[in-house]
């Protein structure tokens, strides 16, 4: 199931050997609601970063996985 106004690629076929960890973010272009993944790593700080390669612009945002918020957006926008 996709929600309108968002995009979504499934992770299994391309990453079936590698345990990954999904999240969605908020496109600062677009405004769209985007998945993103990292790989799955539970002893990242709270605060900490992930460059990810947007799909519905194709730019490269600077992602917060824990709360879905990029570096420029902030407390702008709610996810």
């Given amino acids: 199931m ?10 299994a076929a391309a990453f079936h050997d590698e345990t990954m960890a999904t ?11 985007v ?3 990292v790989a799955d ?3 990242q700080p709270e605060q900490s970063y992930e460059a990810v390669t947007c799909l519905a612009c194709g730019s490269v945002h600077l992602v ?3 709360s879905g918020r990029t570096i420029d957006d902030g407390d702008r926008y709610p996810t």
């Fill in 35 to 37: 998945q993103g993944w």
């Fill in 64 to 66: 917060n996985p824990a």
């Fill in 2 to 11: 996709q929600l309108l106004g968002t995009c979504a690629v499934p992770t």
């Fill in 41 to 43: 790593e539970p002893t």
């Fill in 23 to 33: 999240f969605l973010y908020r496109c600062p272009k677009t405004r769209l609601r």
